[in-house]
C-alpha cells in the first residue's frame, strides 16, 4: 500500500517472486473511466473507487477460498479501504511503502507510461491514513532497495 510512485508494483512483484504466489497489479483494475480522470489529473472520490475496491476485494476472496497466497499492489490510502479488502480476507496483512514526498516525487517525474500524473501527489498523501496499531502491517522506508523491501516483507510475513 501507497501513494502513487511509491514503489508498489516493483516491490510487490519481488515479494510475489519471493513467495512464490501470484502478483496482481492493482492499476489494471481501474475502470476505464477511472484511469481517464486521473489521467486528466482529476483526483479520484471514494465513489470512484467503490466499484475497484469490490474487484480488488472479490479477488481477496477469491485466493483464499482456493487456499493459495496472493500479493497486491494497491495504494489502500486510507482505513475504511483497507477494512473492505480485509473482508475478502481477515488475515489479509499490508506493507506500508513510506518515503518523503519529494523521492516520490521525483521517481513519478521520472517513470513513463503511467497514467497517474505527478500532480495528484498531493491529493494522494492529503488522503493517506497510515497503518493503525489494530492493523496488521509494517510501515517501510522506500530509500532502500526495492529487493531489501520485498525481503523485509517476506521476513514479516513469515513472522
Request: net charge negative; aromatic share 4%; charged share 25%.
Amino acid at each position: 500500500m501507497g501513494v502513487s510512485g511509491c514503489g508498489k508494483s516493483a516491490v510487490g512483484q519481488q515479494l510475489a517472486d519471493l513467495l512464490q504466489v501470484e502478483f496482481v497489479e492493482g492499476d489494471a483494475w481501474h475502470s476505464p473511466a477511472s484511469i481517464a480522470k486521473m489521467a486528466a489529473g482529476i483526483a479520484l472520490t471514494d465513489a470512484d473507487r467503490a466499484d475497484w475496491l469490490q474487484r480488488l476485494r472479490e479477488r481477496i476472496a477469491a485466493a483464499r477460498a482456493a487456499g493459495v497466497g496472493l500479493v497486491l499492489a494497491c495504494s489502500a490510502l486510507k482505513r475504511r479501504y483497507r477494512d473492505l479488502l480485509r473482508q475478502g480476507d481477515p488475515a489479509l496483512c499490508f506493507a506500508h511503502l513510506d518515503g518523503a514526498p519529494t523521492l516520490i516525487a521525483q521517481r513519478m517525474h521520472a517513470r513513463t507510461g503511467h497514467f497517474m500524473p505527478p500532480s495528484l501527489l498531493e491529493s494522494q498523501l492529503r488522503d493517506l491514513e497510515p497503518l493503525e496499531p489494530d492493523e496488521c502491517g509494517i510501515r517501510l522506508d522506500i530509500a532502500k532497495s526495492t529487493a531489501t523491501l520485498a525481503q523485509e516483507t517476506a521476513d514479516f510475513h513469515q513472522q
